[in-house]
């Protein structure tokens, strides 16, 4: 471990820490990415945003971040009245949740396309150039950086007092959240390559691995419970809900694991292997249904689909204009879901019925979507290849 020096926090990021201190009423968060450590891809707490209310949706704001070829590749998190996101700029960026404004970005010479996590008053992200960073959440200064030796694509899963993350390199590693010291890390060659990050449900971390394998670790001791071989590369973070793990993969499947044991109960084709797809989202499951988007290269097309949760028989699929390798989110009914066409889509989560897109020319994006949305406080964010940050709200 090495520790870096502290950098000067913007005055306005000063000031507006003041208005998040405890007892302050602040918009409920999404923490990290898809939203908690299950990485369920759900809020139960928002209130504004409904099937009622998803066809009135516009964008409120953009909020740009430094000059970059591919601009935003990261996935928000949003903390009391705070938005978090890297940028390929080489910068995590902190704006204002209500109006987009800067408060604070840390440069760390590299692309960040991991998304970042925040608790305990700090913010957590990976960086291409092989680091693992904790900055404060309030000001952006530098609290302590690991370097793990290969790219960090995984976003970190926060667990209590230990941050968990993958590398490209093949490493999964705990850090103390407080000093970034070593609890454990996996053993050479045991973990081939990760591109999504870690989940966790009762006392166990998931990682899905360029081995094509799901692979289980004590949360605790980092000992390996179990790994399944599933045939493709899994790029997709995993998903736990009801003792079943669910993940994408790179042959354009679905496959459900039991998270005791690692044994398979279902796998199940998204979108027919002539189109060549692959399944990179983190599926989003809610009221008995898995729901993922796909990226299908022949032709070049992408659909939301939702699977039984329980059979992982198809309930409904519904059509997006270009391929997506974004994450659903899901609030009261309606699954958010970016695509490479520029557009957030609402869709109905129990029949795939579309509740609103935006009008070409008007609220679509300028360039295309590989972020996914984080919900919180009525709006829905979502990074950008443009390089911005965009809030999307009905109000």
């Not at 670790?217 to 390996?224: E, L, N």
Request: charged fraction near 15%; charge should be negative; aromatic fraction near 10%.
């Amino acid at each position: 471990m090495f520790v870096v020096g502290r950098r000067s926090a913007t005055v306005v990021a000063a000031l507006a820490w003041i208005l998040l201190v405890p007892g302050i009423a602040a918009a409920a968060g999404w923490s990290q990415f898809h939203g908690r450590a299950d990485r369920t891809g759900v809020t139960t707490t928002e209130t504004v945003l409904t099937a009622a209310t998803a066809p009135t949706l516009h964008r409120l704001w953009a909020a740009p971040t430094g000059a970059s070829a591919d601009g935003i590749n990261s996935s928000p998190a949003v903390w009391r009245d705070r938005v978090y996101i890297g940028s390929d700029d080489g910068a995590l960026w902190a704006f204002d949740a209500v109006t987009g404004a800067e408060l604070w970005h840390d440069g760390v010479e590299s692309p960040i396309r991991s998304s970042p996590a925040v608790a305990d008053r700090r913010v957590f992200f990976g960086t291409e150039g092989g680091s693992i960073v904790a900055d404060r959440a309030a000001s952006g200064a530098r609290l302590w950086s690991y370097d793990m030796g290969a790219k960090i694509t995984a976003s970190p899963l926060v667990v209590g007092s230990t941050v968990y993350i993958g590398s490209r390199g093949g490493t999964l590693i705990a850090l103390d959240a407080a000093d970034g010291s070593v609890l454990w890390m996996t053993k050479p060659f045991e973990v081939w390559g990760m591109w999504g990050g870690p989940a966790y449900a009762n006392g166990v971390v998931f990682v899905g691995t360029e081995r094509s394998e799901v692979d289980a670790y004590d949360a605790t001791t980092g000992f390996r419970l179990w790994a399944t071989r599933l045939g493709a590369r899994v790029r997709s973070t995993p998903s736990v809900v009801d003792g079943s793990v669910f993940v994408g993969t790179d042959a354009g499947q679905v496959a459900a694991l039991d998270a005791a044991t690692g044994a398979v109960r279902w796998i199940t084709a998204a979108a027919a292997p002539e189109t060549t797809p692959v399944v990179r989202s983190s599926p989003a499951v809610s009221d008995g249904l898995v729901i993922v988007a796909t990226a299908e290269t022949t032709p070049m097309d992408g659909t939301a689909v939702a699977l039984d949760e329980a059979t992982g028989a198809e309930v409904w699929r519904s059509p997006l204009a270009d391929y997506s390798t974004s994450s659903p989110a899901i609030a009261n009914g309606v699954v958010y879901v970016g695509s490479y066409d520029t557009r957030l889509y609402a869709i109905d989560e129990l029949t795939g019925t579309l509740l609103w897109a935006p009008t070409w020319g008007v609220d679509n994006l300028p360039r295309g979507i590989n972020s996914s949305p984080a919900i919180a406080g009525g709006r829905v964010y979502i990074g950008c290849r443009d390089g911005s940050l965009y809030a999307f709200g009905v109000s």
